[in-house]
């Protein structure tokens, strides 16, 4: 009579291996969130933190780890399976909906399947692996539990291993498809919560050469975390980037700073290093952190998590020296000219609209209205706490008029603090999003047809006394000549800025007429469809009339780098008050209701309709692009050729979900 062999079977570590079952980016899309929320719902706040744990316990223990994705192997999906192509299901090959979900990424050493098929047992050599590492034990988590979950924990069996199926560490579509997967497959498995896996596999014991090892996971109650401090530099693509070092050691790192690649600089959003850029491999950096930049957040919403420390830095050489491709250094350089050159200081300040995802029946609510603020009022109470103990000066938050839109704004403030305020609210703001299960995407279009969200930069120029010399009473609009000289500069040369403040394809999504973000290069007063606006000033109160007056560049969005925006920007107003350009651009109307004559006449051009015309113009600015380090320009450009090759294929529905995640 055959021995009958029970699945309480003692799970023995060294014999076992943890396989995460697509637990990738595409299964967090902002199309989830929307349509799915209880999915999404569960994947963030449930199985993504019970994985991390199994992660942690699992690799303690010595616990192979590995991984299955969705994931062509060519770009035009090709080689996908005929279910998969019937089902239009296509991941391509090295893009984002391809990598594992950031917080379960894998290690160095794991092992990753890339799959075309729902069965990772019928299109990887997974089976042959698990020989290899003589492997008994798989203990399967992931998405989804009715599709390619079900199909690892039946084909495992059947291959004759020993299945785990840890049940809150896997998800489906709805709270009744995962119940019932369960059911319909536990006769392939042993179903185990994260909590009883862990206990189980702490107690074990492993022998190894006749000796006894005891690999309990008790932890001493005297181990606390290390605190991070993060040296940080937002690139030419505007994401903020660094290294951390413990705290405790910041002040080995004043005078130093810490390593830095130049190639890093040619990264597209896409974290695709452009082919074609002028480092390669070659040379080192430092990040030398800015003592007075340093942004430091104690506590938030969730009580648990990690204080928020990071500082500003600028890149250098490795002898001290700037380097030239540095964006804030840039910025600093422009603003001394502005200061020894023209006797004249900068205030600045960035206006920023986003999108908060995650709250049930938040598309229900009015624009402008009570009832959107209240329901995320308690997050704008936590980012406007935030924002003030970082010293930015938060002035304003607003439900804005697009469906869950809202708006931050911020007081002005000198020079490259303006740039590095732009980051902080961006970076503070997803934090603060994220400790509360909300996502908050600064992306200008974050969905096919949706309100677009963009970046409003103030900007007013002063005298060395801080006296305004943009305003001046009586003349057309109280704007002063050499205000005009800087307005006529900045829309001469507003073409080839669009390549840096507008800088990705979903910008230009934007950049529509009636979109209220400007479709021409034109001035206005207190005209939203212009690029550049004369903002309201009010005579209430006793606040100087002069000291309020600032002008407002609308062609830029969150996409762009604070620094390297603001730079250009001011470059082509020092081009016009240098030049002593004419301004005649200029309407009171929406320049789209003009006739084509009507804007001729008026010296009122279209600005760009896509990145690539952008780039084009902006290189054959010859006069503006001549203020521009070479070596920064040929990687900006190299780096947005990049990310146009990789993106052109992309539908508009990708491309906005693409752009909604990264930023």
């Known amino acids: 009579m055959a021995m009958y062999q029970t699945r309480l079977t003692p799970i023995l570590p060294h014999k076992t291996a943890i396989l995460l079952v697509d637990v990738q980016n595409s299964e967090i899309s902002m199309e989830h969130q929307q349509k799915t929320p209880w999915y999404y719902q569960q994947i963030t706040e449930i199985c993504i933190p019970n994985m991390i744990h199994l992660l942690e316990i699992g690799r303690q223990l010595g616990i192979e780890i590995m991984y299955t994705t969705i994931e062509s192997l060519t770009r035009n999906g090709r080689d996908r399976s005929l279910d998969h192509k019937l089902s239009n299901i296509f991941i391509p090959k090295g893009s984002f909906e391809a990598n594992v979900i950031s917080s379960a990424a894998p290690r160095e050493d794991d092992i990753w399947l890339k799959k075309t098929s729902s069965g990772v047992f019928n299109s990887t050599n997974i089976d042959y692996v698990l020989r290899n590492l003589d492997v008994e034990f798989l203990v399967i988590v992931g998405f989804l539990t009715d599709q390619c979950v079900d199909m690892a924990v039946r084909d495992a069996a059947d291959k004759g291993y020993q299945v785990i199926c840890i049940s809150d560490a896997c998800t489906t579509h709805t709270q009744e498809r995962h119940e019932n997967a369960l059911r319909a497959f536990g006769g392939y498995c042993r179903i185990m919560t994260t909590a009883e896996f862990v206990q189980e596999v702490q107690h074990k014991k492993q022998y190894n050469n006749g000796q006894q090892k005891n690999l309990s996971l008790s932890i001493s109650s005297s181990l606390q975390p290390t605190k991070l401090t993060m040296i940080v530099t937002t690139d030419l693509t505007g994401i903020t980037r660094g290294r951390a070092v413990p705290t405790e050691c910041i002040d080995d790192y004043w005078s130093t700073g810490c390593g830095w690649v130049p190639a890093n600089s040619a990264l597209t959003p896409q974290d695709i290093i452009a082919d074609s850029n002028p480092w390669g491999s070659h040379g080192d950096l430092r990040l030398l952190p800015d003592r007075i930049s340093r942004v430091r957040i104690k506590n938030g919403p969730d009580s648990k998590a990690p204080i928020l420390d990071f500082i500003h830095s600028d890149i250098i050489e490795t002898d001290g020296k ?200 034109c001035l206005g007063y207190r005209n939203r ?135």
């Open 322 to 521: 700037g380097w030239d491709s540095c964006p804030r250094r840039l910025l600093r350089q422009e603003i001394q000219r502005y200061h020894d050159l023209l006797g004249m200081k900068i205030k600045a300040a960035f206006e920023h609209e986003f999108i908060l995802i995650g709250r049930q029946s938040m598309s229900d609510l009015p624009a402008f209205s009570l009832r959107a603020h209240r329901h995320v009022a308690d997050f704008a109470e936590w980012l406007v706490a935030a924002l003030q103990s970082a010293d930015i000066e938060p002035e304003m938050f607003l439900p804005e008029y697009g469906r869950n839109q809202y708006e931050i704004t911020c007081r002005p403030t000198d020079g490259v603090v303006a740039a590095d305020r732009a980051v902080n609210v961006r970076e503070i703001t997803r934090d603060i999003a994220r400790q509360m299960s909300l996502h908050a995407s600064f992306s200008p279009q974050p969905h096919v047809g949706a309100t677009s969200s963009g970046v409003h930069l103030h900007l007013s120029i002063q005298d060395l006394d801080g006296k305004s010399i943009m305003y001046e009473k009586g003349r057309r609009y109280d704007l002063s000549e050499l205000g005009e000289h800087w307005a006529a500069g900045v829309l001469h040369h507003l073409p080839a800025l669009c390549a840096l403040t507008a800088p990705t394809p979903v910008s230009y999504m934007r950049l529509k007429p009636h979109h209220w973000s400007s479709a021409y290069a």
């Open 529 to 663: 469809e212009a690029a550049i606006r004369i903002c309201p000033t009010v005579s209430l109160g006793y606040r100087s009339i002069a000291d309020q007056y600032n002008l407002e560049y609308r062609p830029l969005d969150a996409t762009a780098s604070p620094h390297l925006s603001l730079a250009a920007i001011l470059i082509a107003g020092r081009l016009g008050i240098q030049q002593k350009l004419s301004l005649k651009a200029v309407t009171d109307i929406d320049p789209h209701e003009l006739s084509d004559d009507e804007r001729k006449n008026r010296s009122i051009t279209s600005l760009p309709s896509n990145l690539f015309d952008a780039l084009n113009m902006l290189t054959n600015d010859n006069d503006f692009i001549q203020e521009l380090p070479k070596s920064l320009i040929d990687t900006y450009l190299a780096m947005k050729t990049h990310e146009l090759k990789i993106t052109r294929e992309l539908t508009e529905k990708a491309l906005c979900e693409q752009y909604a995640r990264i930023y």
